[in-house]
């Protein structure tokens, strides 16, 4: 299997005219895992929907390339057609619409990109049978598949929820942002090996946002970046990770005094629309 | 234009006096039935019609609606052209429910198989008139529905024809779902169909009936109707009331069930024909510990109103209701939902429940969901609401994010809001004739997205 790459450069991207990516490069390769870690409103989960295309966010400058092949000029479902995957930090849920239903029209548009909507889907025992399996591995019960998306889910519910449909998509490159959080250690374990599993099967390349270190005790990353104030400001490999748990980022701030201002604001802007959440 | 002006005047021409001495005259019923229809049209004549100042008609303008261009139906033989009309929808339900009846315009052209029908009677108004002269006159048109609810029930009650009767006498259990298809085909205009249900002490049945037009011209047509439900203690009724008229048809609608002492009565409307649709649901809870689940599915496009009117009357103690609307608007549609809850003096330990929840499709649509309580009990437990909201683009995004295009997303979002009544529903062939309505109608809209007119 030839190695796709994944190639984010001087992206800028803004919410609401306010600019909170300001140049991320990043480059994945099929295969590799990468860790993206950054304090709260750094702006990781930015950086995920802008790949993934949500209408809310701008890209003023730069390009996203897989394989390429520009993304940027890509809706979101022919994103994930041509193999970029997306587990969100907070899954929306669909009343009224089964995971099975859902992960069946999902797999179905995602294995035949050709396909117009209103042609078969694909065959259900085929289908079913591959889901057990893939649930087996995440030590979900098949009852699950019949409960309505995300509906009422638990926290954990929903992030195995998001892993279970990593590892039926089997996509090019997954971006998991905070995948990890709201589990305990038994959840993050078994969720970490779905998609060492996935990632094994198709070679998936990973980008792993995360505060913490727990998780990358099981997806063992071999690159590791920290956004901070909207730009990566540092890539090493896996002694990061320590450096950050013990340190925190305080180092950071004093190196990089630019974007430290930028991080406060972002980070009382952050504040703020908590408030008013 | 004046607010309060009469929308129509009731201009008689095919339903006025000298048309109803034929239709009579071609009806050749007993005394008794004459002198109730002579009554009724007495009343049609002495009811005022409907003005835009009434509450009910205020946001249902039927300004438009002539009730001069059409005439009541007479009676006539149905041909080999009619029963191929009707085949292959008559032969669907068949395959789903045990046995029916099948009227298409205004005349019976199918019986229901009575080796079917476990011990119930489960005929046409017009033979239940000659063969079970005593049920009819005991329960039609003075218990459930009397003429004199509107100038429509009594137009309805003078000119009824077609209509079908089941009766279920005490005791007996039809396992079997039974079903009544009604069309208007052809050259078929007028429909004036009359639904009476009896269940006896402890009977229980499942009824499905379905009303839909049949290759009809691009003409006016009207439906005038009426639905009786009577309930004995213990009794048990599912029934399933789908409209599917095409987008020319009036339809005006009186219904209304009397739940006995410790009955069951589930009613689940499916709302998706018509141009104009004013439709008055109602259940009263008449016998202590009776209840009622109320189940609608509405789904509107083009320039349909559908105006359905819903009241949950408890007027006897420990009673429960439980009321769930769903309705999908899009082009220049219009839902109109009143709801009411009354709750009697004495109907205390009384349980209900209304919902009304719209998924508005397009920003020409409109949903207005006016939910109501009237209580006079003091130990009730009564909960209402109603939404109205836009297919949520973060749902959209996040199925899109899965390789779902636009389109296909908004159809599973739209088919999973009404999953929550779908799930209530405990026939699949029911279930599926709803889906599969929503889904054409949904569809269309893609057809005129594609080629703005
Ligand atoms: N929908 C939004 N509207 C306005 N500002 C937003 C929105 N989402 C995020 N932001 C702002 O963008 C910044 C980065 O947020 P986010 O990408 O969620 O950070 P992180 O995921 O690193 O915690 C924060 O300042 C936040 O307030
Ligand atoms: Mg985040």
């Known amino acids: 299997m030839s190695s796709k790459v994944l190639k984010i450069d001087n992206l800028h991207v803004a919410i609401a005219g306010k600019e909170i990516l300001k140049g991320v490069n990043l480059t994945i390769r099929q295969g590799e895992v990468h860790a993206l870690m950054g304090p709260n409103g750094s702006g990781k989960s930015t950086l995920s929907y802008a790949l993934m295309g949500h209408p809310n966010y701008e890209v003023s400058e730069g390009s996203v390339t897989l394989d390429g092949r520009e993304m940027l000029e890509l809706e979101p479902d022919e994103r994930a057609k041509a193999g970029l995957f ?46 057990r399996e893939r649930m087996d591995e995440l030590g979900m019960d098949p009852e699950f598949a019949r409960r309505y998306l995300n509906e009422g889910f638990s926290g954990g519910e929903k992030k195995r929820a998001e892993v279970l449909q990593l590892s039926m998509l089997q996509p090019a490159f997954a971006v998991l942002d905070e995948t990890d959080s709201g589990l ?5 374990r078994i969720v970490a090996e779905g998609v060492n599993k996935v990632a094994a099967r198709v070679s998936t390349g990973v980008l792993v946002i995360t505060h913490y270190k727990r998780i990358l005790d099981y997806i063992k990353p071999g690159f590791v ?26 180092w950071v701030r004093e190196k990089y005094p630019e974007a430290a201002r930028d991080e406060d604001e972002m980070e009382q802007h952050a504040a703020a629309g908590q408030l008013a959440h | 234009m004046s607010s309060a002006s009469t929308m129509s005047p009731p201009a008689a021409g095919g339903f006025g006096e000298a048309s109803f001495e034929t239709f009579l005259k071609d009806r050749d019923e007993p005394a008794w039935l004459v002198r109730r229809r002579k009554d009724a049209f007495a009343t049609f004549q002495a009811t005022p019609w409907p003005k835009s100042s009434d509450e009910e008609w205020r946001r249902t303008d039927i300004r438009a609606f002539k009730l001069g261009a059409f005439a009541a139906p007479l009676r006539r033989q149905t041909s080999a052209a009619d029963q191929t009309i009707l085949a292959p929808l008559y032969d669907g339900m068949s395959a789903h429910y045990a046995t029916g009846i099948a009227h298409l315009n205004a005349s019976v052209a199918r019986s229901a198989d009575s080796s079917k029908l476990g011990g119930a009677l489960f005929v046409d108004l017009a033979t239940a008139v000659k063969e079970h002269p005593e049920l009819v006159e005991r329960y ?53 169909d009359h639904t009476l249900i009896v269940l006896e002490d402890g009977a229980e049945a499942t009824l499905v009936r379905e009303s839909t037009s049949l290759g009809r011209p691009d003409t006016p047509a009207l439906h005038a109707g009426a639905v009786e439900i009577v309930l004995g203690r213990g009794a048990k009724l599912q029934f ?120 508005v499709l397009s920003d020409s649509a409109r949903a207005d969901s006016i939910p109501g309580l009237e209580i006079e009990a003091n130990d009730v437990r009564c909960t209402h609401g109603a939404t109205a909201g836009r297919v949520d683009e973060d749902m959209i995004f996040y199925a899109r994010s ?20 779908y799930d209530r529903i405990t026939l699949e062939p029911v279930r599926e004739t709803l889906r599969q309505a929503v889904a054409a109608k949904l569809e269309q809209r893609a057809e005129t997205a594609r080629n703005p007119s």
């Open chain 1, 86 to 131: 997306l587990a969100f930090q907070y899954p929306t849920s669909i009343p009224g619409v089964t995971v099975a239903n859902f992960l069946r029209h999902a797999v179905t548009n995602v294995r035949n990109p050709e396909r117009k909507e209103g042609e078969d889907l694909i065959s259900m025992r085929d289908f079913r049978k591959e889901m």
């Open chain 1, 184 to 188: 305990d250690i038994d959840a993050v």
């Open chain 1, 225 to 250: 970046h920290i956004l901070y104030g909207g730009r990566i400001v540092e890539s090493g490999g896996p002694e990061l990770v320590d450096l950050l748990e013990k340190e925190g980022y305080d």
């Open chain 2, 140 to 192: 039609l048109l003075t218990q459930a529905v009397t003429p004199d609810a509107d100038a429509l029930s009594a137009l309805h009650a003078a000119f009824w024809t077609g209509g079908t009767l089941l009766y279920v006498p005490k005791g007996v259990k039809v396992e079997a779902p039974l079903f009544s298809l009604i069309g208007l085909g052809g050259a078929g205009n007028v429909d004036m």
């Open chain 2, 240 to 359: 399933v009331n789908i409209q599917n008229w095409d987008q020319q048809t009036w339809h005006f609608s009186r219904e209304r069930a009397l739940v006995g002492r410790d009955a069951q009565l589930q009613w689940t409307v499916g709302g998706l024909g018509s141009r104009l649709s004013k439709v008055n649901q109602e259940v009263v809870l008449n016998g202590e510990g009776a209840s009622a689940q109320v189940n609608g599915v509405l789904f509107t496009g083009g320039r349909q109103h559908l105006a359905y009117f819903t009241r949950q009357d408890h007027a006897a103690p420990h009673t429960t209701s439980d009321l769930l609307y769903k309705g999908g608007l899009k082009d220049h549609s219009r839902l109109v939902w009143r709801g009411m809850i009354r709750v009697e003096k004495d109907a205390q330990r009384t349980d209900a429940y209304q919902k009304d929840d719209n998924l």
């Open chain 2, 402 to 421: 899965r390789g779902v295009a636009r389109e296909e997303a908004i159809r599973l979002i739209v088919e999973g809001f009404f999953a929550n009544v």
